[in-house]
């Protein structure tokens, strides 16, 4: 069922809602700054609780040695 999601469907408007794929993970990883290296509540404002947000900031350490291609596609995406 989640196959589709692995090969990219969360990466396209319609389909990730009609296979089930959807995260706010992928969205706000470039909304929030986090995709261009900006640190949460010191480089830029984060409007979720302090707990969330640091979540959010040790993930984004965590993806960064990784190539672009992988962590998401930042500076192709749509959001």
Do not use: N
Not at 45 to 73: C, F, H, K, N
Request: glycine share 8%; hydrophobic share 40%; aromatic share 16%.
């Amino acid at each position: 069922m989640k196959l589709p999601c692995r090969a990219g469907a969360w990466d396209d408007y319609a389909q990730q809602f009609r296979y089930f794929c959807y995260t706010d993970i992928y969205p706000l990883y470039a909304v929030e700054g986090f995709s261009a290296g900006q640190r949460a509540y010191i480089d830029h404002g984060v409007e979720y609780p302090v707990l969330t947000g640091g979540a959010m900031q040790v993930a984004a350490w965590l993806v960064s040695i990784l190539d672009e291609t992988i962590r998401g596609r930042s500076t192709t995406s749509r959001w």
